[in-house]
């Protein structure tokens, strides 16, 4: 499953469930290996992501992704422009995402942002709970996520079953913690960053390229 990884520039969830600061704001979400089946014993796969820093800036929002190798990686996301520009893990060179390329899974759905928390209801409200010394509305919900597989006889179909789990702290309704199905997320809010975001010179050039390039023809 990929939640939306545009990184969107909401503040408040519409239905008032779980909250984020408005930009200009800044949060750390580290990556907490969790066994839902058993949280004593360690997960049978190891997260391949330690943490992800996210600054938000008006419309710009920056995700920088320190992954388990100790690789450094990063997302821009224009939410204006309907683009994320990302730099691959593999060669460090900058890739467009734009449209329904944004949501896909893989190595950019990283997600831990107000879209994530898309499929919070309050029926899903199981207790309530004290994650990390901060008391807590706890919810969980499994949903079926649709998915496709290529074979040698064409592309299949079905769908699977996905677990997800979360903490909101019942005071300011900020997150705390979230499981997306793959990964345990636990949230750290920073102070408001100053000034505005500067992208990294390759991204600064791949942004100036989709500009011109999306200027209508005279």
């Given at each position: 499953m990929a939640f939306a990884a545009a990184c969107p520039i909401l503040a408040v969830r519409a239905d008032g469930l779980v909250q984020f600061p408005p930009a200009p704001a800044a949060w750390t979400v580290d990556i907490v290996p969790y066994n839902r089946i058993d949280p004593a014993k360690p997960p049978e796969t190891p997260p391949d992501i330690k943490k992800i820093d996210i600054t938000r800036v008006g419309d710009v929002?920056?995700?920088?992704?320190?992954?388990?190798?100790?690789?450094?990686?990063?997302?821009?996301?224009?939410d204006k422009l309907g683009v994320v520009i990302v730099t691959e893990t593999v060669t460090g060179r900058p890739a467009f995402m734009t449209g329904e390329d944004i949501g896909l899974d893989g190595e950019y759905a990283i997600g831990f942002d107000a879209a994530a928390f898309s499929w919070l209801s309050d029926k899903l409200l199981k207790d309530e709970v004290l994650y990390n010394g901060k008391k807590?509305?706890?919810?969980?919900?499994?949903?079926?996520?649709?998915?496709?597989?290529?074979?040698?006889?064409?592309?299949k179909h079905f769908t699977k079953p996905l677990y997800?789990?979360?903490?909101?702290?019942?005071?300011?309704?900020?997150?705390?913690?979230?499981?997306?199905?793959?990964?345990?997320?636990?949230?750290?809010?920073?102070d408001p960053p100053a000034g505005t975001l500067t992208p990294p010179h390759m991204i600064q050039k791949q942004l100036e390229h989709y500009i011109a390039a999306s200027q209508p023809l005279k």
């Open positions: 929002c920056r995700n920088v992704i320190t992954w388990a190798t100790g690789k450094i990686t990063e997302r821009w996301g224009y807590c509305l706890h919810y969980q919900n499994t949903i079926m996520v649709d998915h496709t597989l290529s074979t040698p006889n064409g592309v997800c789990e979360a903490w909101i702290a019942k005071e300011t309704l900020f997150p705390v913690a979230m499981y997306d199905g793959r990964k345990l997320g636990v949230f750290t809010f920073h």
